[in-house]
């Protein structure tokens, strides 16, 4: 995901047809960055040992908490803790399921990492000054383990294709990156023969509902979803592919929002928003009466957010070319293959 910081003084005209030259990152930047994206690390390895861990009374003992008044203020803090420093203690006992935790955290960081490096790339390739990825922790046990990064753009896009560039650039790198994950997820998935009553491919009665292209990787080798229970590289890859739909969708500043921009105009951009923005609503309140789940009304929240904030106006506004229309026509494929409308359901 990417931002643009729109108080910034577009460039002088002398500049417009030649990139000026950005600073390289400080050490106490890189080592900022670096903190970050150690602690996603870290929480999304334990995420990943949660969900591997087959011993599903793990976190559901009651360690002992202070009593009275004050018991009751810390004992949710007290108990969350005593489950995080029980699950790390359970995974170093079996290393088997820390391995399956750090694939899990080494395969989504690989696919965001790709993403955003992207988006910084183009931007230096362009001039533009913009933020290292800042990469953001969850607290730990919460799915997917990672809020997510972004990149901050610090200075105006110098033009329509620079936009282009830098917008689809980093979904793109992302959803090559996940390719090899998705099929190693879907190749190694544990076929489990459906018993009446059990819940499979969720666990604890969550089911995450697979993307158009887990659907065609399974159909080519002959393999049943519907009674597979999910590896850490099927869940690196699903994260991936919810991440990669969410930022192309066509609102605002997001990467879907930029490719918009450059192609179809301004005027365009705020009508697709707008028309984007309701079809979620309207999906988020089918997955909430057909799924039981919350997660699309995150959708519409971060769409609302995006609504109001203004898209800047890059300095040129060229035409793009033959070859960018025709990657713009693979990224709405891409976009294809990661949605999911109802990406949770809840029995």
């Known amino acids: 995901m990417s931002e643009i910081n729109e108080k910034i ?8 047809n030649k990139p000026r030259r950005v600073a390289r990152p400080t050490a106490r930047q890189w080592l900022l960055h670096a903190a970050l994206f150690l602690l996603t690390a870290i929480t999304t390895t334990i995420l990943g040992i949660m969900m591997n861990s087959a011993d599903s009374d793990l976190l559901s ?26 699950l790390i203690k359970h995974a170093f006992a079996h290393p088997e399921i820390l391995a399956q935790g750090l694939v899990y955290s080494g395969s989504l960081l690989a696919i965001l990492t790709a993403h955003e490096f992207g988006h910084y790339l183009f931007c230096r390739h362009y001039g533009v000054d913009a ?13 997917p383990g990672t809020f997510g990064a972004f990149i901050r753009m610090k200075s105006p896009v110098p033009s329509r294709r620079a936009l282009f560039d830098i917008g689809l650039a980093g979904p793109l790198a992302g959803f090559i990156v996940m390719i090899p994950i998705a099929f190693a997820g879907v190749l190694t998935l544990h076929h489990v023969p459906l018993i009446a009553g059990e819940n499979v491919g969720g666990g604890g009665g969550i089911i995450f509902n697979d993307p158009l292209m887990f659907q065609l990787i399974a159909r080519a080798f002959k393999i049943d979803l519907a009674n597979s229970v999910a590896n850490s590289f099927y869940l690196a890859a699903w994260v991936g ?38 079809t979620m609503a309207a999906i988020s309140v089918l997955g909430w009466l057909w799924h039981h789940s919350p997660s699309g009304f995150v959708y519409v929240v971060l769409l609302a957010v995006m609504l109001r904030m203004r898209h800047p106006q890059p ?13 713009g026509i693979v990224t709405l494929v891409v976009f294809a293959l990661c949605f999911v409308p109802f990406p949770i359901t809840f029995n």
């Open 9 to 16: 003084a577009p460039f002088p005209e002398q500049m417009e």
């Open 61 to 86: 003992g009651s360690p002992a908490v202070p009593g009275g008044l004050a018991g009751t203020v810390l004992s949710i803090p007290w108990l969350y803790a005593a489950a995080v420093i029980e």
């Open 131 to 143: 933020t290292l990825p800042f990469f953001i922790p969850q607290p730990p046990l919460l799915i």
């Open 241 to 278: 592919a919810l991440v990669t739909s969410l930022n192309l969708m066509p609102v605002g500043q997001l990467d879907g929002g930029h490719g918009t921009f450059s192609i179809f105009g301004q005027r365009a951009h705020w009508w697709i928003g707008r028309i984007a923005f309701v």
């Open 315 to 327: 300095d040129q506004m060229e035409p793009l070319g033959r070859a960018r229309i025709v990657i």
